[in-house]
């Protein structure tokens, strides 16, 4: 029986929060936690690294569950997204030890290579727009803009013009069959992301996502269900949700959106992902998981959406590098470095499933400590 011998939480530049999961016999495993809150969550994967220790590998359910479910206090972003880290490096190492990727060992994959698209950066119109030419100089075929800032809860279409603006522009920078994505991060309320909507639809947005705040009650799924029957825009939703009970009330008996986008690093890792891509199939909903922070977390990605069928698209932040992407999440980066060895590319849009075992990726340890 392989054993873990040590799971400790290692920071990384620019913002990234991983997990090293060291077994008896030497190898290793990697999984990534979100980047924000890093206090908090650098100490529950501290604690939670300790309490695993001995551990079987095999047994990656039995030991999620023992970890959640053994304490009063079963949820909660924190531990949520520690136990998602977790929970890809053991399927990391299982992969490994089988000399199989993981999608392999989930019943195989469904495709070959993954459409992919990234964020575009930018204050102003134009900012945003050389943005997109420049996504569009790597052979983007998708991009997503985040145009919304403070917003009237009941918004003239003149409180919009600023949104519309940004989204106008970078549709005239790309021209009309590259799908641009728009994201309003859940900064409107629901009377205004009904008009935004509508604002937006004739620059013929592939999807918005989170025109309102998802607060999972009962009205909020309501006002979702009538904006998506109301208007030809496909609506997406999903990051903050953060368990397979929380996608099903999205999606059945009926889907209240078109596309719903787990978050691997939230939702419990990469088979509750997998779940949550069987239940939109079900639904007839597309997934398209939530992807911000490095590339640990996107080679987990690329295993759920090679073996989930109802993939879509894959969002992505880093291929495989920091101070790279397109944008300067935090500001101030004058530096870039890779974390693994072969970075993942982009050719005609889209990025090949990895084939090496585990995660498919190697890790480079020592470009850690030079770039903190």
């Known amino acids: 029986m392989t054993t873990i011998r040590s799971a ?13 999961v060291e077994t008896d016999d030497g190898e290793i495993g990697w999984g990534e936690a979100i980047g924000d809150l890093h206090d908090e969550v650098e100490q529950a994967l501290t604690a939670i690294g300790e309490r695993v220790e001995g551990s079987s590998i095999h047994d990656i359910t039995r030991t999620i569950e023992t970890q ?18 977790l929970e890809m490096a053991l399927w990391d190492l299982k992969g490994k030890e089988f000399g199989a990727p993981i999608h392999e060992l989930l019943g ?3 495709r070959e290579r993954v459409r992919a698209y990234r964020n575009l950066w ?19 075929t998708a991009v997503k803009v985040s145009p919304a800032g403070p917003t009237p809860d009941v918004a003239s279409r003149a409180a919009l013009n600023g949104m519309v603006d940004v989204v106008r522009a970078v549709r005239d920078a790309v021209g009309p069959n590259v799908d641009l994505a728009v994201d309003l991060h859940g900064r409107l309320t629901p009377a205004a992301s009904r008009r935004a909507v509508h604002a ?6 592939f999807f918005i996502e989170e025109p309102c705040l998802p607060d999972g009650s009962a009205s909020h799924l309501a006002d979702l269900r009538a904006l998506r029957t109301a208007q030809p825009v496909a609506i997406a939703t999903g990051e903050r949700l953060r368990s397979t009970h929380a996608f099903a009330q999205h ?5 209240v959106v078109d596309i719903i986008q787990p978050d691997v690093s939230m ?19 597309s997934m398209a998981p939530h992807c911000p922070y490095g590339p640990i977390q996107f080679a987990a990605s690329m295993q759920v959406a090679a073996a989930s069928p109802a993939h879509l698209i894959q969002e992505f932040q880093s291929l495989g590098g920091a101070g790279s992407g397109g944008g300067t999440p935090g500001g101030g980066q004058n530096w870039a ?3 693994i060895a072969q970075p993942f590319t982009i050719e005609a849009g889209h990025v090949g499933v990895p084939t090496g075992p585990g995660l498919g990726i190697e890790v480079l340890e020592e470009r850690i400590e030079e770039h903190m």
Do not use: H, Y
């Open 251 to 255: 999606l059945l008996p009926s889907p």
């Open 68 to 85: 959640r479910k053994t304490r009063f206090w079963r949820d909660g972003p924190v531990l949520d997204t520690a136990l998602s880290a």
């Open 8 to 20: 400790i939480c290692v920071r990384c530049p620019p913002r990234w929060l991983l997990l090293r």
């Open 122 to 140: 930018g204050n102003t119109p134009e900012e945003f727009a050389n943005s997109a030419r420049e996504a569009m100089s790597q052979s983007m």
């Open 267 to 285: 939702v419990g890792g990469i088979r509750p992902s997998v779940e949550i891509g069987a239940m939109a199939s079900a639904a007839q909903v």
């Open 337 to 339: 470095f890779d974390l």
């Open 108 to 110: 195989g994959r469904v």
């Open 200 to 205: 937006l639809a004739p620059l013929d947005p």
